[in-house]
């Protein structure tokens, strides 16, 4: 080990040549014509004032387990005796693994260097900073020669070490008051056989990571590229451009600005996604499509790693059947760009991922989730790193820039806390796709799974109106409690849900989430209406249905039909399920078969809009026979019981299903106006 000073610095600015692995002072940086990199860049008169110093270390066969952390040792040691730390400015030219040791080096005396007030430049030269797969390749001959060194570079993936050093030091660029700027130059071929060979030593994902717009050296193999022929080679030409500008202060070091990606496919920026996935212990994935998954390989790769115990995987992705999603992809179609995508690419893609995960037997480390609500950015969570792009009006998410944030220091304390809770809001939100899918397996279970909802106008406790319809029905939905009815043979399944009038039908939500914005959408909506009334009540036979027994009313000012309008369009189209969608019930009255369908699959409920039949249900299980019968006595009844003919709506009675006892009780009442 040693360091030669090619030329002393006459400025601030030293540049520091550290070759890779079995290099060494005339191997590493010596074109086969002879020219040496050092002496090159020596007689470049723009850079008089720039010293020069070639650090070697022993990195051949027989090195043994002289590994890394040797190395760091033996260049601090080395620096600290030539004097070079005293430079404020410190430019490191590294080839190959010399980029791991000056990684290592920089975030182990960054207290020092930081002490120092020195300025960080990196020249990183196929630079492995995630490893290199063919080091797993050439594990029988490491482990031969016991080579510590080359150990070191497998793939991150087996790779604990270079994980942890390439976390720290991205943390130590980002984080730390330590000035760091760099330039990465990856090579473009095989070192021999490269028709056949169609990886690079070192691939693009690991080479280029740390500083943006790496450069790919046409023709260049993982040794070329570290011996330019002459001044005219782009990577000489490249890194004197470097260096000027890291001299003359042409880099600016704010900390508070983070690493943005041009645009979400970039690239650039899923070569980046890829490669910290392959390395991480658990990633979440949020947005509408993520085309980051399109990537059939790279999905059934990481599906296969979650399986195998290497990471934990959760994906949330838009339910394109959601009215919220799909206002998202209506606006998205205003664009110059239309969307790729869309509904219908939305579908296949959760078909895709749904087929992925059952195809590894729905392990645990994986979790696939749907959301419902207008996504306006996408999230993804990798370990400590954050990438956050956002979905702009009318401009599709593949197209937006992406902002990158770590989680380590305080730096980005506010902004990780806020995206925290939008990851942990939207994981609460979510439904599980499988539930999803379990639709019509056995909708008996399915409904205990879901959450119930329904929206009713019911008469105040006193009222003639609602004493009458209890008596009637044996059930005060208001108390709770059971009464004996004396025509229980005639009610049927109408004792369940109290004396009511249906705004909006019996639903099912997947999540509290989903009630909770039904609920929101309803007292929202609910402000815009002042109390009504409904006139002229009666009793009506055969009504809405041949075998039921009602009381109808007019709604002459329209307000019962309005309200009912505006929950069909924001209420009935968020719901996941209903009676009729999970053929609990059927629609006995509708006679339009084909329009029955047609509603049930797109609002949940065939009774709506022009089949919308407002009316207090009484009876619903009368024969033909009785009918009339039933219907003078109760008439009878209604007219001595009854003397306000006349009801004042000022409330609505949120609904939900008492499991336990199998009827709907009252949750909230939510006041018009």
């Not at 290199?132 to 790779?159: G, V």
């Not at 693009?204 to 022929?229: C, L, N, T």
């Not at 080679?233 to 600005?257: E, G, M, V, W």
């Amino acid at each position: 080990m040693n360091g030669e000073m090619i030329r002393e610095p006459k400025g601030e600015v030293i540049v520091i040549f550290v070759h890779g692995l079995l290099g060494g002072v005339g191997d590493s940086w010596t074109n086969s014509n002879g020219t040496y990199w050092p002496e090159l860049l020596e007689n470049e008169s723009d850079l008089e004032s720039v010293g020069i110093y070639v650090f070697t270390y022993h990195s051949d066969f027989s090195s043994g387990d002289y590994g890394l952390s040797d190395i760091v040792d033996a260049l601090r040691e080395q620096m600290k005796t030539d004097d070079i730390i005293k430079n404020k400015k410190l430019l490191f030219i590294c080839h190959s693994m010399g980029g791991i040791v000056v990684r290592k080096y920089l975030v182990e005396n960054a207290s020092k260097l930081i002490e120092c007030d020195c300025e960080i430049g990196l020249y990183l030269l196929a630079s492995p900073s995630l490893g290199s797969l063919y080091a797993n390749w050439l594990e029988p001959i490491i482990n031969i020669f016991n080579h510590r060194q080359a150990s070191m570079l497998k793939f991150i993936r087996r790779n604990p070490h270079l994980s942890d050093l390439d976390r720290e030091f991205m943390n130590l660029k980002e984080l730390s008051d330590l000035n760091i700027v760099g330039k990465e130059i990856i090579e473009d071929k095989f070192i021999f056989f490269d028709k056949f060979f169609k990886r690079q030593i070192v691939e693009p994902f690991s080479g280029g990571r740390y500083f943006g717009e790496p450069f790919k050296v046409p023709m260049s193999d993982h040794f070329s590229i570290a011996q330019p022929e002459n001044k005219h080679a782009i990577q000489h030409r490249l890194l004197c451009q470097f260096i000027s500008d890291f001299t003359f202060n042409k880099y600016l070091f704010p900390h508070s600005i983070k690493r943005i990606f041009s645009r979400a496919d970039s690239h650039d920026f899923q070569e980046n996604i890829e490669s910290l996935i392959r390395g991480c212990g658990h990633f979440v994935l949020i947005g509408t499509g993520l085309t980051i998954l399109q990537k059939d390989p790279f999905a059934y790769e990481v599906f296969e790693r979650a399986k195998n115990n290497e990471f934990k995987i959760e994906i949330y992705l838009a339910d394109p059947h959601s009215p919220d999603v799909q206002c998202r992809l209506i606006e998205e179609e205003l664009g110059t760009l239309k969307p790729p995508v869309g509904k219908s690419g939305l579908t296949k893609r959760l078909d895709t991922l749904y087929g992925l995960w059952k195809d590894f037997d729905f392990s645990d480390n994986i979790s696939i989730n749907v959301f419902r609500n207008y996504p306006t950015f996408a999230l993804i969570i990798i370990d400590d790193n954050y990438f956050i792009y956002p979905y702009g009006f009318a401009k599709l998410g593949n197209f937006s820039p992406v902002m990158s944030f770590l989680k380590t220091g305080n730096t980005d304390d506010s902004m990780i806390r806020f995206l925290d809770d939008q990851y942990v809001s939207i994981k609460n939100s979510s439904c599980d796709l499988r539930k999803i899918r379990s639709r019509g397996n056995d909708d008996a279970e399915i409904v205990k799974d879901l959450y119930s909802f329904a929206l009713y106008i019911v008469p105040p406790k006193d009222s003639d109106l609602y004493v009458f319809g209890t008596d009637v029905l044996g059930y005060d939905v208001r108390a709770r409690l059971n009464k004996k009815s004396q025509w229980e043979d005639f009610v049927g399944d109408a004792f369940e849900y109290g004396f009511h009038l249906t705004i909006c039908d019996a639903l099912y939500f997947y999540n509290v989430s989903d009630v909770k914005l039904a609920v929101t959408a309803i007292e929202y909506i609910s402000k815009d209406f002042v109390p009504f009334e409904i006139n002229n009540l009666r009793i009506r036979e055969s009504y809405p249905s041949q075998n039921c027994l009602s009381v109808v009313g007019d709604d002459a000012g329209g307000s019962l039909e309005a309200l009912h309008f505006e929950f069909v369009t924001n209420v009935y189209r968020r719901a996941a399920e209903s009676n009729y969608s999970l053929g609990m019930a059927g629609p006995p009255r509708d006679k339009n078969i084909h329009r029955s369908r047609l509603m049930i699959e797109k609002y949940k409920a065939p009774y709506i809009i022009k089949k919308f039949c407002p009316h207090f249900t009484l009876l619903n299980k009368i024969n033909n026979s009785s009918m009339k019968a039933v219907s003078e006595k109760l008439n009878v009844i209604f007219l001595n019981s009854v003397k306000d003919t006349t009801l004042r709506v000022d409330s609505l009675a949120l609904m939900k299903k008492d499991y336990y006892k199998g009827k709907w009780v009252i949750e909230k009442e939510i006041r018009l106006g």
